[in-house]
Every structure is written in structure tokens, then in C-alpha cells.
């Protein structure tokens, strides 16, 4: 009955912002590393950013570094995506997924296979 709800995409043009959210059921997230994953059209899915449990480490992918930022809310049991600076390349399904525990606090992972529970995506489309 575990359920990761993205939540947030949607049309923007070039240069502009957008900020993504993944509220989870079934699970508590804060226990979680969440990590965010896109797939381009025609293209493999890949890891865009992740956030530890401790909330005091993060990764992102190059591609992304400088422009978007990951962060989370425990209270709502949600975690964010803020994307600015947005480029046509970054238009694909964005999904959110719970990834390891109990490795240390701290642990982040761009791994797709580390992650346990994903998301359905959302749609995030750049263009002008």
C-alpha cells in the first residue's frame, strides 16, 4: 500500500521555474533517502538529485547542479523539487522514489536500484 504521488509538473518556458512535490502514503519519509529520477523521451531514466534522511546531505547530477534544489518537509511527509533556469533537455517524466535506510544517516545515492518505492512521474514540459 506503499504510494509516492508526484505532483507539480507541467508547461514552463525556458528560463523559467518549477517546483515539484512527492507526498508519500504508507511510509514515512523522513526514515527514507528520496531521490528524484528523470526519463526523456527516447532516453533512459536517470538520478537528478537525492536528499539523506538526515536532511544534512544531498547529490544532484551534473546536469541540474546550480539549478535545482532538493529539499523536504517531514511534517507533510513530502519532499521537493525546485527547478529554475529550466532548459528544453530538462523536459521528461519526473519521478520520486524512497531509497535506502539504515546505512547511516547521512547516505545519499543516484542508484536507481537502491531505490524500493516509486512514484507514477510527472510531466515536466520546457518550452517556449
Known amino acids: 500500500q506503499v504510494q509516492l504521488v508526484e505532483s507539480g509538473g507541467g508547461l514552463v518556458q525556458p528560463g523559467g521555474s518549477l517546483s515539484l512535490s512527492c507526498t508519500a502514503s504508507?511510509?514515512?519519509?523522513?526514515?527514507?533517502?528520496i531521490g528524484w529520477f528523470r526519463q526523456a523521451p527516447g532516453k533512459e531514466r536517470e538520478g537528478v538529485s537525492c536528499?539523506?534522511?538526515?536532511?544534512?546531505?544531498?547529490a544532484y547530477a551534473d546536469s541540474v547542479k546550480g539549478r535545482f534544489t532538493i529539499s523536504r518537509d517531514n511534517a507533510k511527509n513530502t519532499v521537493y523539487l525546485k527547478m529554475s533556469n529550466l532548459k528544453p533537455e530538462d523536459t521528461a517524466i519526473y519521478y520520486c522514489?524512497?531509497?535506502?535506510?539504515?546505512?547511516?544517516?547521512?547516505?545519499?545515492?543516484?542508484?536507481?536500484?537502491?531505490?524500493?518505492?516509486w512514484g507514477q512521474g510527472t510531466h515536466v514540459t520546457v518550452s517556449s
Open positions: 522514489a524512497a531509497g535506502p535506510q539504515g546505512i547511516y544517516l547521512g547516505y545519499v545515492t543516484l542508484e536507481e536500484y537502491e531505490y524500493d518505492y
Open positions: 536528499i539523506s534522511v538526515s536532511d544534512d546531505n544531498t
Open positions: 504508507g511510509i514515512t519519509l523522513d526514515y527514507y533517502t
